[in-house]
């Protein structure tokens, strides 16, 4: 199947810091691609959605200034946290669709990332 | 809004014996998709099964089939011959026809494979 790539894989930073987190599709182009917050033993909670070449849509309650979108390429979508603060830190997984493989609805999903800020 | 619900936080089952997930769903599209989704200590999402609405015929992959009930909103997961490495999160998952392949994911449930 189609690999999505995460980086960094872990990162502690300092409150008040910024720290970027970047999801790649190795192996396909990906339009649109998923970013999702995880809490300890809970589900996968939907942030936004990153479109390429446009603005991404934040789910409600998201702050869209505290997590910057950037989807510049086909095969790569960042996800930058500002201001980062202890309330922030979280897994974050994002996640992508390969068109290529016709209408099957299945999503691709990158190894997540764990935020800690100290 | 889509709903997915999932009952049953925890589970546990003996290695080889049979073990059922439940999930149940609301939405008002006739076209959508339904997932498993495994989630082990690794946090890597996995996916186990997929359903598309549309078809009658329950989807297999190996030892993992469904039970979908359209009518009933029901889709549940069913491990034949449980194995040690089947721990995980699981997770049911739906999408939407129209959704532009965002996911709505359940509560998960957490499966305990015992030797």
């Known amino acids: 199947g189609a690999v999505v790539s995460q980086h960094p894989s872990r990162v502690i930073c300092k409150s008040g810091t910024s720290v970027k987190i970047e999801c790649r599709s190795l192996?396909?182009?990906?339009?649109?691609m998923f970013w999702y917050r995880q809490f300890p033993k809970q589900s996968l909670m939907l942030m936004a959605t990153?479109?390429?070449?446009?603005?991404?849509?934040?789910e409600q309650g998201v702050e869209k200034d505290k997590f910057l979108i950037n989807h510049a390429s086909l095969t790569l979508s960042t996800l930058t946290v500002t201001s980062a603060h202890p309330e922030d830190s979280s897994f974050y997984i994002c996640?992508?669709?390969?068109?290529?493989?016709?209408?099957?609805?299945?999503?691709?999903f990158g190894e997540g990332s764990r935020l800690t800020v100290l | 809004a889509q709903t997915v619900t999932q009952s049953q936080p925890e589970m546990s089952v003996q290695e080889a014996e049979t073990v059922t997930l439940s999930c149940t769903y609301d939405?008002?599209?006739?076209?959508?998709?339904l997932f498993w989704y495994k989630q082990p200590p690794s946090r890597q999402m996995i996916l186990v099964i997929r359903?598309?609405?549309?078809?009658?015929q329950n989807a297999t992959e190996n030892r993992f089939s469904v039970n979908f009930q359209k009518a009933a909103k029901s889709f549940s997961l069913k491990i034949s011959d449980s194995q040690l490495g089947d721990t995980a999160m699981y997770f049911c998952a739906f999408m939407g026809g129209t959704s532009g392949s965002r996911l709505t994911f359940g509560e998960g449930t957490q499966l305990t494979v015992n030797p």
């Open positions: 939405t008002s599209e006739s076209n959508y998709y």
């Open positions: 359903q598309e609405a549309y078809k009658q």
């Open positions: 996640s992508a669709r390969d068109l290529g493989t016709g209408n099957t609805g299945e999503l691709f």
């Open positions: 192996d396909f182009q990906a339009t649109t």
């Open positions: 990153s479109n390429e070449g446009s603005k991404a849509t934040y």
